[in-house]
Structures are given as structure tokens and as C-alpha cells.
């Protein structure tokens, strides 16, 4: 079984950054694609980025893309989500999600974190 936990999160002003952890236990997750998913009040859970176990290949959603960056680190079976120039539309729950597909689905995703809460103030 997996844990993730995630944090980071916080309150930042329109413009600021923030940086999103997610440690997995449980399991030795290189070969795995480890994402970031996020859900405003009222909305349904959209995608953001991920990232392929293996290669390290990236995919974003065209909301984030040039602000947002994704990375892992196996050794420390941890990724990462750096945002920059953080918009109020930013803001919501961010989940961390680890599967064996690189994908921009959810129902791919086996494993989820909790979530991380991302406030952003205009």
C-alpha cells in the first residue's frame, strides 16, 4: 500500500510563489507517474501537471504551463510542484496522485494524497 502526504501549501499574494512537496511510503515509486491534481470550492478536480516514472517526461495543463514546474526525486520517493506568478484562480486543494499510467486522468491514478490547501490572495 501507498501513503502520500503532502505540504507546502499555504497563503500567498497574487503573483507569489509556493512550493508543493509529496512524500510517498510503502513503495519504491520510480517506475511510477507521480501528478498534481487540484479542486476549487464548488468545481471538480481538475488536472495540472505529472510526471512519468523512468524518463521524467512532463505534461501540464495549458492553465499552468510556463508557471508551474513538476519534478520527483526517486531517491527521496518525494515530487514536487514549484509555482510561480500565482493567480487567485490558482487557489484551491492540491492533491498529489501516483499511478502506473502517465496520464492527465485521474481515474488513472491509484494512490492520493489527502491534499494540500492553496490560497491566493488578489
Known amino acids: 500500500q501507498v501513503q502520500l502526504v503532502e505540504s507546502g501549501g499555504g497563503l500567498v499574494q497574487t503573483g507569489g510563489s509556493l512550493r508543493l512537496s509529496c512524500v510517498a511510503s510503502?513503495?519504491?515509486?520510480?517506475?511510477?507517474?507521480m501528478a498534481w491534481f487540484r479542486q476549487a470550492p464548488g468545481k471538480e478536480r481538475e488536472f495540472v501537471a505529472t510526471?512519468?516514472?523512468?524518463?521524467?517526461?512532463?505534461t501540464y495543463a495549458d492553465s499552468v504551463k510556463g508557471r508551474f514546474t513538476i519534478s520527483r526525486d526517486n531517491a527521496k520517493n518525494t515530487a514536487y510542484l514549484q509555482m510561480n506568478s500565482l493567480k487567485p484562480d490558482d487557489a484551491g486543494v492540491y492533491y498529489c496522485?501516483?499511478?502506473?499510467?502517465?496520464?492527465?486522468?485521474?481515474?488513472?491514478?491509484?494512490?492520493w494524497g489527502p491534499g494540500t490547501q492553496v490560497t491566493v490572495s488578489s
Open positions: 510526471i512519468s516514472g523512468g524518463r521524467g517526461s512532463t
Open positions: 510503502g513503495r519504491t515509486l520510480s517506475t511510477y507517474a
Open positions: 496522485a501516483v499511478g502506473r499510467s502517465y496520464s492527465v486522468f485521474d481515474s488513472h491514478y491509484d494512490y
